[in-house]
């Protein structure tokens, strides 16, 4: 298990000294963005792939570092019901794989997308109940009409690759939490796993580490992301934990993200490197830093101090008690 970084956070320098940073406060690892909402800062897509030349300063420069690989990451909207913006996100998507494949990155991050609610609709409509019954209607057309025939044809693409498709359970998307995502790996394959990133269960009330089991007893964690959240009861008590309040007016909503340690103690963090061994992952800890109560370098820092407690660094010795 190493520590990661996805760079977004430090989009405002070159990838060079970024890694000297990342380095420096002993980062094994990034993900950096190839497009989507992460953007490609660091890795532009259109400059590396099919390039090899590129291809071995990059190696060379991570080489220089010390660093690896983990995923590149692009995150959008593949199914969306508007057909430009679709097919946008399914080459950035494809793309992303392609060059994956040719740097010997076996994992590319990514959401499920979200469709509409029907095939007239021109917005995505994120479904969180069955009734009234349109919407358990709605729902099964998302999933049997659009989603699962894309995902069965994605994984295909991916496997012709050999790389894996790590999904963020993230709300507004289809697969937000992990009973959808094992719905999905179940009708597609062993390509389409998860993205784990516990900071938007947290606010679902999901327990995280008996989530990273359940995902772990099914092979479905191909990639991780450490990011916290907390739940300010203040707010939650009277308007729920599905908060429309903007990120940025943090004293009136009801949850936040949060650098690792400032949602859930580290005893936690490490109740979760636990779960994490115990279903034999041993990728990595790929930073996430979205706290606007810090800044980008701070939050960094302070996680990966905390998670250098944490991670487990060796392999497991023999059970010499037990024999």
């Known amino acids: 298990m190493d520590i990661g970084v996805h760079t977004p956070p430090l989009y405002g320098e070159s990838l060079e000294d970024a890694l000297e940073y990342l380095n420096d406060i002993g980062v094994d690892a990034i993900e950096p963005g190839v497009g989507g909402f992460p953007g490609d800062t660091h890795l532009p897509r259109d400059e590396y792939l099919d390039d090899e030349d590129a291809q071995a300063e990059l190696h060379d420069l991570l080489a220089e570092h010390d660093m690896r690989i983990s995923a590149l990451a692009t995150h959008n909207n593949p199914i ?3 057909d430009e913006t679709a097919e946008e996100a399914d080459t950035e998507l494809r793309e992303a794989i392609e060059l994956a494949d ?18 007239n609709d021109e917005y995505p409509n994120w479904i969180t109940a069955p009734w009234p019954t349109e919407h358990a209607e709605a729902l099964e ?14 994984e295909a693409f991916a496997d012709d690759h050999d790389v894996d498709l790590a999904i963020e359970m993230h709300p507004n998307m289809l697969v937000h939490e992990p009973a959808g995502m094992l719905e999905l790996r179940q009708a597609t394959g062993e390509r389409v796993g998860a993205n784990f990133d516990p900071s938007h269960l947290y606010w679902q009330g999901i327990d995280v580490p008996e989530a990273i089991r359940l995902l772990g007893e099914h092979d479905a964690i191909h990639h991780f992301h450490a990011k916290d959240t907390k739940v300010y009861e203040s707010q939650a008590r009277y308007k729920g934990v599905l908060d429309t309040t903007p990120y940025t007016d943090e004293a009136d909503r009801s949850w936040l993200f949060r650098s690792v340690g400032y949602g859930h103690g580290e005893g936690h963090w490490k109740d979760i490197v636990s779960a994490l061994r115990l279903v034999e992952y041993d990728g990595a800890l790929s930073i996430e830093h979205e706290d606007s109560l810090t800044s980008s370098r701070e939050g960094l820092e302070k996680a990966v101090e905390l998670l250098q407690r944490a991670v487990f660094r060796t392999t497991p010795g023999d059970a010499y008690w037990a024999e």
């Open 102 to 119: 040719q740097l010997d990155v076996g994992t590319v991050t990514c959401f499920s997308g979200l469709p509409a609610g029907g095939p």
């Open 80 to 82: 969306h019901p508007d």
């Open 141 to 154: 057309y998302q999933w049997e009409d659009v989603a699962i025939p894309y995902w069965q044809e994605l």
